[in-house]
């Protein structure tokens, strides 16, 4: 079964950055696609990026496009996530997932299982 883990949250100024990071084990890692997901408090769970197996192939949400970056590296089953000139609205829980179909990481419903997630507050 899959474990999810995401470090590297935190509380930050609007127009700073911060850096997530998802360890993935329990499956091979390499021939899944990943993504981010976030949830605001009173909000649904909603996709943020995703990144193919490969690294070729990423689709972003339209409110983060240019801001946020998302990366893999496979040699360490570690899932990224670069986020840039932060706003207020991305305060939120922000969760990982793997799936060995890239299309199906669109929609955070397609999923019952998650890590705990990692809390980013964007606050002046």
């Known amino acids: 079964q899959v474990q999810l883990v995401e470090p590297g949250g935190g509380s930050v100024r609007p127009g700073e950055s911060l850096r997530l990071s998802c360890q993935v084990s329990?499956?091979?890692?390499?021939?899944?696609?990943a993504g981010w997901f976030r949830q605001a408090p009173g909000k649904e769970r909603e996709f943020v990026a995703t990144?193919?197996?490969?690294?070729?192939?990423?689709v972003y949400e339209d409110s983060v496009k240019g801001r946020f970056v998302i990366s893999r590296d496979n040699a360490k089953n570690l899932l990224y996530l670069q986020m840039t000139d932060l706003k207020p609205e991305d305060t939120a829980v922000y969760y990982c997932?793997?799936?060995?179909?890239?299309?199906?990481?669109?929609?955070?419903?397609?999923?019952?299982?998650w890590g705990q997630g990692t809390q980013v507050t964007v606050s002046s």
């Open positions: 997932n793997v799936d060995s179909n890239f299309y199906q990481l669109r929609q955070a419903g397609n999923y019952a299982l």
């Open positions: 329990g499956r091979i890692f390499a021939t899944d696609a």
């Open positions: 990144i193919s197996r490969g690294s070729l192939t990423t």
